[in-house]
């Protein structure tokens, strides 16, 4: 593991790491905040999964969430959104929503994805198991995302409820399987039959859903441009109600789909996530 | 004026607009956070003024200011660093310390600098007469910035006892007229003659101090690589020392020269300048 920077931020430690992954296959980078209270003790770890185009560094640097952090004694890592490399695909015509930029958190089945697109394995697997053995952090841990970070905490927790105390999504892509985003890498990564989609579809899985959940949380701004074609938070709310599933969605006025948005209710979400990952 | 972009931020409204100025004879663009008091009365203003290679963006995504002015109900301007534009001056080798992006805060006097780079005039003059046109603020202001821009705030703050209520730093450039950053960039701007730089230099104008001077305070980080060779944070705590002149000077171990830093401490610059731009 290779420290790429090291900077000191709210009396802790902001650090970029790369590895080698053996479950995509290229070299990948992560950054980690470390709170002060890691000195002295183990700490929990919330993960944050980034939305399109993003790299490890948005949440890191617009969030404003080491403050709360620091106050909480707890560590933040935000992974990658994809592999990246000379040899790992993309997609052919270069949009955003494809590829690079775009793992959709999830271990692609087709040519030529499925060599490097292993982002699944690679979050809640080698990730943690990293983690856990380079810093001081208890293996404790929440998850929590952006846009298609939303969608990958979500499934993430809902697949593996004994892993993670607690979720939380800003504008999450809720129902991939029936939006544009979805269904281009859905197609791209998993194939036509789109059966096998709804295995990593937060609505889906919560529809057909065999265990306990984990506490969750949604926020999600009402002038947000990709809401009704892309994320359809309505699909959420329908299963949420219908099942009575407890799940908190929060709406708010005015806000988009900026890290403006995540910015003003991050600290809500840090507090929500220190309830259950801090006895 | 032309609004590029708006957001919902903390409550209130981060903005980006266009504007022809007089000043740089060129388009400007400029970000204004207006916190949600601005719905009701007229507010304070602080400018803000970036380092190197920044645009009105870097401070507003990620120093983390938005939360403390809704809280206060201070708006927070952020202008760009130069004039830009396709028949604007840059450095023939096209580095980042000089032209585009590193302004300097002054008004260039050498040719082909001295037809768009007024920055002084666009700062002290044009932009708050047209924030002041168009906004629900008042004519108390406050100024505040990063390297370039900490040596912007000072020397403008100094220049202009009576029109601004204090003034602060990160990081500043204290005495450019001795450290290669300045030099390169007042031998372009005011030609070869060194007397005529003093007029531009934080440490310079303390020295020959004729009248009083607002309440300043600055924050360095003592890992911060630009220390020893560009920002000679000694000169100013020998001036400031030896005159008596109560500027509060802060260093902070670990830190960096990066908006980690700035984030880290902003809220104690907020907070310090709410006490004099609000009753």
Redesign the interface.
């Known amino acids: 593991m290779e420290l790429i920077s090291e ?5 802790g430690w ?1 650090k970029q790491f790369e590895h080698n992954s053996t479950s995509t296959q290229c070299k990948m980078r992560f950054a980690i905040y470390l709170p002060p209270q890691h000195e002295n003790k183990n700490i929990p770890v919330l993960y944050w999964l980034s939305g399109l185009t993003c790299t490890d560094e948005n949440f890191m ?2 969030a ?1 969430a ?2 709360i952090a620091a106050e909480l004694g707890v560590a933040i890592v935000a992974p990658d959104t994809s592999p990246r490399g000379y040899d790992v695909a993309d997609d052919p015509d270069e949009n955003y929503d494809l590829g690079l930029g775009a793992g959709f958190y999830v271990n692609a089945t087709q040519e030529p994805w499925s060599s490097h697109y292993n982002m699944y394995d690679y979050i809640t697997e080698e990730l943690p198991e990293l983690i856990e053995k380079h810093f001081n952090v208890t293996s404790t841990k929440a998850i929590a995302g952006h846009s298609m970070g939303g969608h990958g905490a979500l499934t993430i927790a809902l697949k593996n409820s004994d892993q993670y105390t607690s979720a939380s999504a800003f504008a999450p892509i809720c129902h991939p399987v029936d939006c544009p985003w979805g269904k281009k890498a859905f197609t791209a990564y998993f194939g036509d039959d789109q059966e096998l989609w709804r295995a990593h579809d937060t609505v889906c899985l919560l529809e057909n859903l065999k265990s306990h959940i984990v506490p969750m949380r949604v926020d999600q ?1 009402l ?1 947000d441009n990709f809401l009704v074609e892309q994320l359809k938070l309505e699909t959420l709310e329908k299963v949420n109600d219908e099942k009575n599933l407890g799940i908190k969605i929060v709406k ?1 006025e ?3 789909h ?4 995540i ?2 209710f991050i600290e809500e979400h840090l507090r929500f996530h220190a309830n259950f990952l801090i006895d």
């Open positions: 900077t000191k931020s709210f009396d902001h640097q617009k404003g080491h403050r701004g002038s708010h005015g806000y988009d900026s890290y403006y948005f910015a003003s």
